[in-house]
């Protein structure tokens, strides 16, 4: 059975850091390119950064340089390291996994709460 589940996630001070993991379980990690999305409050899903197979990430303009992904195949493994938090960084944060040749092939977390405030 295919799990995905997010850890992580509270409250940080705007600048602080968040680290956030997700353990896949269930699928040939290697065969997938992970994604992290967020959902803000009364917004919809949005993109935040990507990872390839190989290790290629690509990130959404406002986290660049703040965000950094990786992943891990032998630990089946995601992160998400945050640094510089901003308060509008505020949202649900999930992570997403697609099948690298067969696209319908694509999961989500149930996902984790990240909230930035003083």
């Known amino acids: 059975q295919l799990r995905l589940v997010e850890s992580g996630g509270g409250l940080v001070q705007p600048g602080g850091s968040l680290r956030l993991s997700c353990a896949a379980s269930?699928?040939?990690?290697?065969?997938?390119?992970m994604a992290w999305y967020r959902q803000p409050p009364g917004k919809q899903r949005e993109w935040v950064a990507n990872?390839?197979?190989?290790?290629?990430?690509a990130y959404e303009d406002s986290v660049k340089g703040r965000f950094t992904i990786s992943r891990d195949n032998a630990e089946n493994t995601v992160d998400l390291q945050m640094d510089s938090l901003r308060p509008e960084d505020t949202a649900v944060y999930y992570c997403?996994?697609?099948?690298?040749?067969?696209?319908?092939?694509?999961?989500w977390g149930q996902g984790t709460q990240v909230t930035v405030s003083a």
């Open positions: 997403y996994a697609e099948h690298t040749l067969m696209p319908t092939q694509r999961y």
């Open positions: 990872i390839t197979v190989g290790g290629s990430a």
């Open positions: 269930g699928i040939i990690f290697r065969a997938y390119r």
